[in-house]
């Protein structure tokens, strides 16, 4: 059975030292609420992982970082390497958020280089895919997922497969208030599994977590949960107050 996976994508919020306080109040709820069985992940800034990886040393949350280089070292101003992120002990790291496509024109075949680059390096990623609300009312959002997946695992082999997460992240939903219905989320989730079991097998599908992400808040984050195929949340602004986050760890 899969484990609830839940992760907070803090975005460019929080100084260090607020990144600091926070993940202090939800290490806190964790070490006192040691019987809920979700893994929980929370990806702040940049500048924030040295010190929450040094002053939170038998943290009870995993930690991860929102994005990296495919590169390991070299002259690319600007760019957080693999082997920067191994050092700090970090986990986790999100890839191809769509704030990342949208923004800074980050495309599969970047993407698919830098989940290689993840896993030659032992960290997890989280491949983030999802449609735009046009391609959704056109009836292509399926095209356009299993499009993003099969190009996202190009040259993955299955024994690297199940250190992936995918999250599902409809676009037109992240940050707008809107929430794909918990039984649309759970029917591209389910379509997802379905592509895994294609591109791998049926126990890899069963293995790898697909999280939803888009709008997920306490007041919705049990429906969602409460379905089939939906394996988690990937949180944004809720991420960002540990009473928020907290409701959504225990659903």
């Given at each position: 059975?899969?484990?609830?996976?839940i992760a907070g994508n803090w975005k460019m919020h929080k100084t260090p030292e607020e990144s600091l306080e926070l993940a202090k109040e939800i290490d806190t709820?964790?070490?006192?609420?040691?019987?809920?069985?979700?893994?929980?992940?929370?990806?702040?800034?940049?500048?924030?992982?040295?010190?929450?990886?040094?002053?939170?040393?038998?943290?009870?949350?995993?930690?991860?970082?929102?994005?990296?280089?495919?590169?390991?070292?070299?002259?690319?101003?600007?760019?957080?390497?693999?082997?920067?992120?191994?050092?700090?002990?970090?986990?986790?790291?999100?890839?191809?958020?769509?704030?990342?496509?949208?923004?800074?024109?980050?495309?599969?075949?970047?993407?698919?280089?830098?989940?290689k680059k993840a896993l030659e390096h032992n960290l997890k990623p989280i491949i983030c895919v999802g449609e735009t609300l046009e391609e959704r009312e056109s009836?292509?959002?399926?095209?356009?997922?299993?499009?993003?997946?099969?190009?996202?695992?190009?040259?993955?082999?299955?024994?690297?497969?199940?250190?992936?997460?995918?999250?599902?992240?409809?676009?037109?939903?992240?940050?707008?208030?809107?929430?794909?219905?918990?039984?649309?989320?759970?029917?591209?989730?389910?379509?997802?599994?379905?592509?895994?079991?294609?591109?791998?097998?049926?126990?890899?599908?069963?293995?790898?977590?697909?999280?939803?992400?888009?709008?997920?808040?306490?007041?919705?984050?049990?429906?969602?949960?409460?379905?089939?195929?939906?394996?988690?949340?990937?949180?944004?602004?809720?991420?960002?107050?540990?009473?928020?986050?907290?409701?959504?760890?225990?659903?």
């Open positions: 059975m899969r484990t609830p996976f709820f964790l070490k006192e609420n040691e019987d809920i069985e979700v893994d929980v992940l929370i990806c702040p800034p940049y500048t924030s992982l040295y010190l929450l990886n040094k002053e939170l040393k038998n943290r009870k949350f995993y930690l991860g970082a929102q994005n990296m280089s495919f590169e390991d070292e070299g002259a690319f101003t600007g760019e957080i390497s693999p082997l920067m992120l191994k050092e700090m002990d970090i986990e986790y790291v999100v890839l191809g958020h769509s704030e990342r496509r949208q923004y800074f024109n980050e495309n599969d075949e970047e993407i698919n280089k830098k989940v009836g292509k959002e399926k095209t356009k997922v299993r499009n993003q997946i099969t190009s996202d695992l190009f040259e993955i082999d299955k024994n690297n497969a199940d250190s992936i997460t995918i999250a599902y992240e409809p676009i037109w939903a992240i940050g707008t208030g809107k929430t794909a219905s918990s039984d649309d989320a759970n029917d591209m989730i389910k379509f997802i599994r379905s592509i895994i079991k294609e591109l791998y097998d049926e126990d890899t599908a069963e293995v790898i977590r697909i999280q939803y992400g888009g709008s997920v808040k306490p007041h919705n984050i049990k429906e969602l949960m409460n379905k089939s195929d939906i394996d988690g949340a990937l949180v944004g602004g809720a991420s960002l107050k540990s009473e928020d986050f907290v409701k959504i760890i225990d659903f």
